[in-house]
């Protein structure tokens, strides 16, 4: 069973006090950005895409956040606003990307466009066709709300003219931008612009002799031959290089905002210089920080460290992925396999705590309400922690959806998987995790001589305690034993619970645990533990 809960009463801009989340934050200056240019059109809000390859964890987040901070400006100021997903689709393949096929093929097509290379898994027109086409089908996946643009398409139908004829205009304060950024010999030759040659149609990176702003041509030479071209940096014939063009983006399209990730910081100061010698504004956004992997390693496709989108959503549901991605964006976080259950916890708290509010300060701060667009709904809930299910399989060994739930419905009769499907959901997740992850990484440890005793004290108290009693009730008398027994600090009687009865560092808390287990079950698992312990003890004597 669920209910919708909606709760979208516009806030004022000039509010005492708004929701404390970071996309509110991001909307006010969004805010701003519109009010400097008057103010009328829908605000536009983009985001970025290189279709040299597939979408990943990355594309998600960035669409993602965009996503929330569009939702904020539009709570805030009641005005409409516009997503733009473009994809750099012009830019020429440099180098083959290693997990795609017909890699021979891509070879001879090196410096192309991406829009004139075959397709390397022969379905589109073109490599970067593909490559949008599951751009479009990713994002549509999540029930993103966007508009596609395609670079090739803007700059082939004339999108960009007036914005190309005003970069000749300014090319040499341009090039006086840019310059000092390079090395000497890159310096000598740069030019923002990249003709596309007429006859082998390769994105030329070559020095410009002659720049005509009146007829919007550039004339440059060709390296190979010698031969002098007078190409039109109209109609696709050319493209910017990638900091002009990113300028010249915001330029010709008003961008309002787009966030971007720590690598492209100078990036984003240059075309941010750029962008005003053009003659407006460079659009408000936020720097996120990039993600690590297990060792601290930023994550890189080439490499392929880190955590694939499809892996974390073969562990759990989707929402976990956008309460990860939700927190704290401009920390470094890792991405590895163990954020998963935190994050799916930390979305399931969070959801409770979005059902119980009526405060919408209150309400329109909590992650929930951006991942549901607003709508919260209560059946995307669960009673019971993904951590605490995890353990249940652990403990129990679990192979079957129908272990855990013999479990659930004696912790809670009204729960079943066909009146409670996305707790099923967390079940069948739950089960695959404990098997990749929690099942190979069991270690037990013995109890110390004063864990002993408070173990055994543990277990006789519930085994006298009564079968019905709460998980809270629970809880307080573990609580209890662990003062009793003055374990300091008191969280290491806890880390004890999990490393000597579990076989992991940590887990849900204990009360619950015990709850959904059962009294005389836990209370057997604490004699088991003990005397598997005092069997190895004797044998090393």
């Known amino acids: 069973m669920s209910d919708s809960i909606q709760n ?76 733009l997903a473009f994809s750099d689709d012009m830019d020429a393949l440099r180098k083959v990307p290693g997990n795609v096929p017909n890699q021979e093929m891509l070879t001879q097509h090196l410096g192309l466009p991406l829009s004139r290379i075959p397709d390397p898994f022969g379905k589109f027109e073109s490599f970067s066709a593909h490559n949008n086409a599951m751009l479009c089908e990713f994002l549509d996946r999540f029930g993103f709300d966007y508009e596609f643009a395609s670079a090739t398409d803007y700059y082939t139908s004339g999108v960009f003219d007036a914005a190309l004829r005003r970069m000749l205009e300014v090319h040499d304060e341009v090039v006086a931008t840019i310059a000092p950024t390079l090395g000497a010999e890159r310096r000598a030759t740069y030019s923002p612009v990249l003709p596309i040659h007429p006859r082998t149609g390769q994105v030329m990176q070559v020095p410009v002799i002659k720049v005509d702003p009146d007829a919007a041509t550039v004339a440059w030479k060709d390296p190979e031959t010698g031969e002098t071209f007078e190409t039109s940096v109209l109609g696709g014939h050319a493209k910017m290089q990638w900091k002009a063009d990113w300028a010249m983006r915001w330029f010709a399209l008003g961008v309002d905002y787009e966030m971007s990730g720590k690598d492209l910081i100078d990036s984003v100061k240059l075309s941010s210089k750029i962008c005003r010698i053009l003659g407006k504004a460079p659009p408000a956004g936020l720097t996120y920080e990039l993600f690590l992997d297990q060792n601290a390693q930023k994550i890189s496709k080439s490499k392929g460290n880190g955590l694939s989108i499809d892996e974390w959503l073969h562990y759990a549901p989707p929402e976990s992925l956008a309460q990860y991605m939700f927190n704290q964006p401009t920390r470094a976080k890792r991405l590895f396999f163990d954020v998963i259950p935190r994050a799916m916890d930390e979305y399931l708290a969070n959801l409770d705590k979005a059902v119980e509010t009526q405060d919408p300060l209150v309400l329109q701060a909590n992650p ?78 013995a109890p110390t001589d004063l864990e002993r005793v408070a173990l055994q004290d543990l277990a006789d108290a519930l085994k006298q305690a009564d079968a019905s009693l709460s998980p809270v009730e629970v809880q307080d008398i573990v609580f209890e034993i662990g003062k009793k027994h003055q374990i300091q600090p008191l969280r290491a009687w806890f880390g004890c619970l999990y490393e000597v009865l579990l076989g992991q560092t940590e887990g849900p808390r204990f009360g619950i645990f015990a709850s959904l287990f059962g009294l005389p079950e836990t209370v057997a698992l604490i004699e088991g533990a003990l005397a598997r312990d005092a069997h190895v003890e004797e044998a090393v004597q």
């Open 8 to 83: 979208n009463a516009p806030l004022p801009p000039d509010a005492p006090a708004l929701p404390k989340a970071w996309p509110f934050e991001e909307a006010r200056k969004i805010a701003a950005h519109v009010e400097a240019r008057g103010g009328e059109a829908p605000a536009l809000l983009e985001t970025g895409y290189g279709p040299s390859g597939l979408p990943h964890i990355g594309t998600f987040g960035e669409v993602a956040r965009t996503t929330w901070v569009r939702q904020a400006y539009e709570q805030l100021t009641g005005r409409k606003t516009r997503l």
């Open 368 to 445: 929930a309400w951006f991942i549901h667009g607003g709508e919260i709904d209560s059946g995307l809930s669960s009673p019971v922690s993904f951590t605490a299910l995890l353990n249940l399989a652990s403990v129990a060994n679990a192979e079957t959806s129908d272990t855990l739930w013999k479990f659930l419905r004696r912790y809670d009769p009204s729960l079943s998987p066909e009146t409670h499907p996305y707790v099923d959901r967390l079940v069948g997740h739950a089960l695959v995790y404990f098997k990749e992850f929690v099942r190979p990484a069991k270690t037990f440890r």
